[in-house]
């Protein structure tokens, strides 16, 4: 996937684009999902949302999350922010 780049007097560097943080986060959420052994739709009436979907699209990459849930969603996993950031290994 192509980066943005950021151009800096004293310094170059990438970052990842909209498509890559979603997807990234996406995987993460569903490594958590599973880990506490939960379905779609459990989780989303845990952060108070009524459908599976709206987690099925997350985790897919497909919808953007809004910082609210996703302060709901670190909350609910007790876990800190940081953790949506990069996907741990299988």
């Known amino acids: 996937m ?4 950021v151009r800096h ?3 170059d560097y ?3 684009t909209p498509d890559e943080i979603r997807k ?3 995987v993460r959420v569903r490594q958590l999902r599973k880990q506490f052994n939960m379905s779609q739709k459990e989780l989303a009436v845990n ?3 009524h459908s599976a979907a709206y987690i099925a699209f997350i985790e897919t990459g497909e919808r953007n999350i809004s910082a609210t849930d996703l302060i709901r969603l670190a909350r609910h996993f007790k876990v800190n922010l940081s953790t949506f950031s990069s996907p741990q290994p299988k």
Do not use: H, Q
């Open 2 to 5: 192509p980066k943005m780049l």
């Open 14 to 16: 990438s970052l990842p």
């Open 9 to 11: 007097p004293k310094a």
């Open 47 to 49: 952060i108070g949302k």
């Open 24 to 26: 990234v986060l996406g």
